[in-house]
């Protein structure tokens, strides 16, 4: 199974920006489909951005234009550019590579959007 592990979370003023960065071991990314979720308090997961080992990118309408999802088969390890943070981006961040059954999940990392 693979073990990721997610950084570059922290404090960012409205209209700043962040790269967060999920390091994958244990295999190989470049076949997987990899994914940035967040949660709000009190809700449930919800989709972020995914790629797929093509290339192929999918965006919640929220961050369309605002966050890229990109990954660096090389390095094993998936990035989500923010830019023009809101208030309402923030969350607990996750990771997630899927593979057929084969499903992990980062620890998460904090963003918190506020002046």
């Known amino acids: 199974q693979v073990q990721l592990a997610e950084s570059g979370g922290g404090l960012v003023q409205p209209g700043g920006s962040l790269r967060l960065s999920c390091a994958a071991s244990?295999?190989?990314?470049?076949?997987?489909?990899m994914g940035w979720y967040r949660q709000f308090p009190g809700k449930q997961r919800e989709l972020v951005a995914t790629?797929?080992?093509?290339?192929?990118?999918n965006y919640a309408e929220s961050v369309k234009g605002r966050f890229t999802i990109s990954r660096d088969n090389a390095k094993n390890t998936a990035y989500l550019q923010m830019n023009s943070l809101k208030p309402e981006d923030t969350a607990v961040y996750y990771c997630r590579a899927d593979y057929g059954f084969d499903r992990s999940w980062g620890q998460g990392t904090q963003v918190t959007v506020s002046s």
């Open positions: 244990g295999r190989l990314i470049s076949s997987y489909v």
């Open positions: 790629i797929s080992g093509r290339g192929s990118t």
